[in-house]
């Protein structure tokens, strides 16, 4: 629970909610009851991808998506503030 504030805070928004995971998979579910079921593996697999591709066009952006770069290359957050660092705190 405390990694939530080392990330920035406009992405606490996101962070908050597991709708991304359920709505990723909801479309999956629905045709996967419809169907009854896949078939094969090979025929399962490639129906959630497209299923999944389909659903990816509906995705909102995230908010704050200029600091992703910043996250992933490790930049240190407090309290969803970017924390700066020095050249002696560096050394």
Do not use: C, Q
Not at 3 to 14: C, L, N, R, S
Not at 21 to 32: C, K, L, M, Q
Not at 46 to 53: H, N, T
């Amino acid at each position: 629970m405390l990694t939530f504030y080392e990330f920035p805070a406009e992405h606490w928004v996101h962070l908050r909610t597991t709708n991304p995971i359920e709505s990723t998979f909801a479309p999956v579910r629905a045709r996967t009851d419809v169907t009854k079921g896949p078939g094969s593996r090979a025929a399962g697999v490639a129906m959630i991808f497209k299923l999944i591709e389909a659903a990816e066009g509906r995705w909102g952006r995230i908010t704050g998506a200029h600091l992703v770069p910043l996250v992933r290359a490790g930049a240190k957050f407090v309290n969803g503030e970017l924390v700066e660092r020095n050249e002696k705190d560096a050394a």
